[in-house]
């Protein structure tokens, strides 16, 4: 019989349940809050440092990546100064740290990203808030199993959080590199020996602007079974019947998509993914026990809110995470200010690790 899931009683918080949280625990004197995040293009990425700065002013530091990649568009490296100069002035007391997401054509963000959160000195820290809104998956996914790591071994405090905007990532369009590689960290047993047999199934997080993306991923699985996961309900009360539609010819063939096989998550509930991707990998574990065992590989392009029950679920069964990187982007920040002004940001928390889940004293913070 398998153990119980890691966060079988999750503390996380959604849309306007987060603020108020962080209203009342983190105005306690007695928390020191580590702020990592990105100071990007995306403008999101002042968002959470704004509401934390008004909570706990100075007892909040900074740490911020801003992801360089090649040829840059100048608009872009505009946005992301004019976001810099704005969290510095939020939160005084904050490292700024470029990263670059490619060296020599491979791709080196992930690993370099840890490197550098590697030489904090976290020692008077009770609290750290990873905000991924502005973040990669290719760097947020690496530094939060670090950190992860490190605050089982020390009992801090771990957050995850994201101002979720669907209508923001849409005009958010990447141009992807060829190359599907895994996350740096998230490996997971993909390639050993002793998983050449093993029945390989793919769970990929659809989104409209990725269908080449995913293509390209699947190619290089080469997957036994597919399992599509699509946001419902989402924002946009339809969105899974227009992402089904824009899918078909990948679904039909070469995917070989069953109905059954689509996989329903809430758009805003990490946890709820979490959980389902954790009760097949059960039932996989028991069906293919005798014949060579069963590997998940997961491709979180989607939702950041999604992406977060995926993290959750490989970091406790150490799946494989297959993505591609993207080399540039290109933004309407005209159509992204429009889309915010229709539709109010949704924060969506989970808390990854601490005191709330304490249960003996070996988990007790170091003195």
Same mark, same amino acid.
């Given at each position: 019989?398998?153990?119980?899931?890691?966060?079988?009683?999750?503390?996380?918080? @959604?849309?306007?349940?987060?603020?108020?949280?962080?209203?009342?625990?983190?105005?306690?004197?007695?928390?020191?809050?580590?702020?990592?995040?990105?100071?990007?293009?995306?403008?999101?990425?002042?968002?959470?440092?704004?509401?934390?700065?008004?909570?706990?002013?100075?007892?909040?530091?900074?740490?911020?990546?801003?992801?360089?990649?090649?040829?840059?568009?100048?608009?872009?490296?505009?946005?992301?100064?004019?976001?810099?100069?704005?969290?510095?002035?939020?939160?005084?007391?904050?490292?700024?740290?470029?990263? !670059?997401?490619?060296?020599?054509?491979?791709?080196?963000?992930?690993?370099?990203?840890? =490197?550098?959160?590697?030489?904090?000195?976290?020692?008077?820290?009770?609290?750290?808030?990873?905000?991924?809104?502005?973040?990669?998956?290719?760097? #947020?996914?690496?530094?939060?199993?670090? @950190?992860?790591?490190?605050? &089982?071994?020390?009992?801090?405090?771990?957050?995850?959080?994201?101002?979720? !905007?669907?209508? =923001?990532? $849409?005009?958010?369009?990447?141009?992807?590199?060829?190359?599907?590689?895994?996350?740096?960290?998230?490996?997971?047993?993909?390639?050993?020996?002793?998983?050449?047999?093993?029945?390989?199934?793919?769970?990929?997080?659809?989104?409209?602007?990725?269908?080449? $993306?995913?293509?390209?991923?699947?190619?290089?699985?080469?997957?036994?079974?597919?399992?599509?996961?699509?946001?419902?309900? #989402?924002? $946009?009360?339809?969105?899974?019947?227009?992402?089904?539609?824009?899918?078909?010819?990948?679904? &039909?063939?070469?995917?070989?998509?069953?109905?059954?096989?689509?996989?329903?998550?809430? !758009?805003?509930?990490?946890?709820?993914?979490?959980?389902?991707?954790?009760?097949?990998?059960? #039932?996989? =574990?028991?069906?293919?026990?005798?014949?060579?065992?069963?590997?998940?590989?997961?491709?979180?392009?989607?939702?950041?809110?999604?992406?977060?029950?995926?993290?959750?679920?490989?970091?406790?069964?150490?799946?494989?995470?297959?993505?591609?990187?993207?080399?540039?982007?290109?933004?309407?920040?005209? &159509?992204?200010?429009?889309?915010?002004?229709?539709?109010?940001?949704?924060?969506?928390?989970?808390?990854?690790?601490?005191?709330?889940? &304490?249960?003996?004293?070996? !988990?007790?913070?170091?003195?």
């Amino acid at each position: 019989m398998s153990a119980p899931p890691k966060w079988d009683r999750c503390i996380y918080h @959604l849309g306007d349940d987060v603020e108020p949280f962080f209203r009342d625990y983190f105005a306690s004197r007695s928390r020191n809050i580590l702020l990592v995040g990105g100071a990007g293009f995306d403008p999101r990425s002042t968002v959470i440092a704004t509401l934390l700065a008004e909570i706990a002013g100075e007892r909040t530091q900074g740490f911020f990546l801003r992801e360089e990649r090649p040829s840059p568009d100048a608009v872009l490296v505009a946005k992301a100064e004019e976001n810099e100069a704005i969290l510095g002035k939020l939160i005084t007391n904050s490292s700024f740290k470029i990263l !670059e997401i490619f060296a020599a054509d491979a791709v080196v963000g992930g690993r370099t990203a840890v =490197t550098l959160v590697n030489e904090i000195s976290f020692a008077p820290i009770t609290d750290i808030v990873v905000d991924l809104s502005a973040l990669s998956i290719g760097v #947020a996914f690496p530094v939060i199993r670090f @950190l992860f790591d490190m605050a &089982q071994r020390t009992g801090k405090n771990l957050h995850l959080v994201v101002v979720d !905007e669907p209508a =923001t990532d $849409v005009q958010i369009r990447a141009t992807s590199s060829d190359t599907p590689t895994t996350v740096h960290g998230f490996k997971g047993g993909w390639e050993l020996d002793q998983h050449s047999n093993a029945a390989r199934l793919w769970m990929p997080q659809l989104s409209l602007s990725k269908k080449g $993306v995913l293509d390209r991923i699947h190619s290089r699985v080469t997957p036994h079974a597919v399992c599509p996961i699509l946001p419902f309900p #989402a924002t $946009v009360p339809r969105l899974a019947d227009t992402l089904v539609e824009h899918y078909g010819d990948l679904l &039909q063939s070469p995917w070989q998509v069953d109905a059954r096989d689509i996989i329903y998550a809430s !758009e805003r509930s990490p946890v709820d993914l979490y959980r389902t991707i954790l009760r097949i990998d059960d #039932a996989r =574990t028991r069906v293919f026990a005798e014949t060579g065992g069963s590997q998940i590989i997961l491709s979180p392009v989607g939702s950041k809110a999604l992406a977060i029950g995926a993290l959750m679920a490989a970091l406790e069964r150490d799946f494989t995470v297959m993505y591609i990187e993207s080399l540039n982007y290109s933004v309407d920040f005209v &159509q992204v200010e429009e889309a915010r002004t229709r539709e109010k940001a949704k924060l969506v928390h989970v808390w990854l690790h601490g005191e709330a889940y &304490q249960t003996s004293a070996k !988990e007790a913070p170091e003195q």
